[in-house]
């Protein structure tokens, strides 16, 4: 099992980045989004159900952060709009094992996790 993040980088605020994680080795019924700014903890930002019939967020990324998946592809995407400096992270794609059907908001929710791909938003 495997989970490839891609798409970061350097970035404007109020410009748009759009970031996918490309899973391998299975399929995930819950798939999500979580990141890590220098000395924090890493924090739940996005996660969304199979079908994307369930879709949770941080409320501090709900109306300009949007998480989608391609199950065709085994790709899950965070597409960030009018991101902010406060947005600035590694930002790590994770998957729950197949017991795992609620999207869940806590680092426990989740049994694979991606490398993690830098997101710098400049003012």
């Known amino acids: 099992v495997q989970l490839q993040a891609s798409g970061g980088g350097l970035v404007q605020a109020g410009g748009s980045l759009r970031l996918s994680c490309a899973a391998s080795g299975r399929t995930f019924r819950v798939m999500g989004w979580f990141r890590q700014a220098p000395g924090k903890e890493r924090e739940f930002v996005a996660g969304?159900?199979?079908?994307?019939?369930?879709?949770r967020y941080a409320d501090s990324v709900k109306g300009r952060l949007t998480i989608s998946r391609d199950n065709a592809k085994n790709t899950v995407y965070l597409q960030m709009n009018s991101p902010k400096p406060e947005d600035t992270a590694v930002y790590y794609c994770?998957?729950?094992?197949?017991?795992?059907?609620?999207?869940?908001?806590?680092?426990?929710?989740?049994?694979?996790w991606g490398q993690g791909t830098q997101v710098t938003v400049s003012s």
């Open positions: 994770a998957a729950g094992a197949p017991f795992r059907a609620v999207v869940n908001g806590a680092v426990s929710g989740y049994d694979y």
């Open positions: 969304i159900s199979w079908n994307g019939g369930s879709v």
